[in-house]
Every structure is written in structure tokens, then in C-alpha cells.
């Protein structure tokens, strides 16, 4: 098994810079390439891009910029809960409020299932009082 192996047998290293990919693999980097725009390579320049902050005020609390950015968001919608909190509190300042007719208007304004409704009005009771 130990066989000598001559200068003929093995295989010869050349210089050719041929890909080893295929040239589909090629083609298709080639497409890529051409559809996210040119490449660039090191001559070309990167353009500065300007930031936020140009007044060098570092550690500053930028108020102005996030507080217009806040009041143009839409408010959140309520959650269920913040709705039955609502209704809970509205009802029970009435007299002869019945737990029965408190669940039943969670069920109707606020959307909940009926069971869901009888958990809504314990947790808020509990919380509330």
C-alpha cells in the first residue's frame, strides 16, 4: 500500500483563473448586482449624511424632535380593560347597580364574552373596590 508516488502522478497545480462556480452563479450575482445598483468599490466616496443633532449639544435632551414626532402618533386605541374599568366605575356610582347588569354592559360596549365579561368585573372590583 506503501507506493512511491512519481512527479507524473500527481496532479498539476495551474494558473488559470477561471471561476470554480458555474456561470449561471455568476450571471445571476452579476444580476443582483445590477438590479440593488453599481457596486462600489474603495475609490468611490461615501457621502456624508447629516445628523439629527448638529448643534453639539451631546447629553442634552432633545424635547423639541421627539415631542413633535409623539403628538403626530395616533393615540392608542383602549383595551378591553381600560373600557370595562370605565363602565364599572360609571355604574356603580348609580343605586341598585346589580353585578348582573354591570357584566352585561361589559358584554355590550366592551365586547367581551360573558365569561370574560364575570372575570373583567372581579379583577376590576378587587382592584378598585
Known amino acids: 500500500m506503501n507506493a512511491k508516488i512519481t512527479s507524473t502522478e500527481l496532479p498539476k497545480a495551474t494558473n488559470n483563473q477561471q471561476p470554480a462556480t458555474p456561470t449561471t452563479t455568476t450571471t445571476f450575482s452579476q444580476t443582483v448586482a445590477t438590479a440593488a445598483g453599481p457596486i462600489k468599490n474603495a475609490s468611490t466616496p461615501i457621502p456624508s449624511t447629516p445628523t439629527a443633532d448638529t448643534t453639539g449639544s451631546e447629553g442634552k435632551l432633545d424635547t423639541g424632535a421627539s415631542s413633535s414626532v409623539r403628538a403626530e402618533k ?3 386605541a383602549q383595551t378591553k380593560m381600560e373600557v370595562a374599568s370605565a363602565i364599572y366605575l ?13 357584566v352585561e354592559q361589559f358584554v355590550v360596549e366592551a365586547k367581551l364574552s360573558a365569561a370574560g365579561a364575570s372575570t373583567y368585573y372581579q379583577l376590576i372590583k378587587a382592584k378598585l373596590g
Not at 91 to 102: A, E, G, L, P, V
Open 74 to 76: 395616533n393615540p392608542k
Open 90 to 102: 360609571r355604574m356603580s356610582k348609580q343605586k341598585d347597580m346589580t353585578r348582573k347588569q354591570i
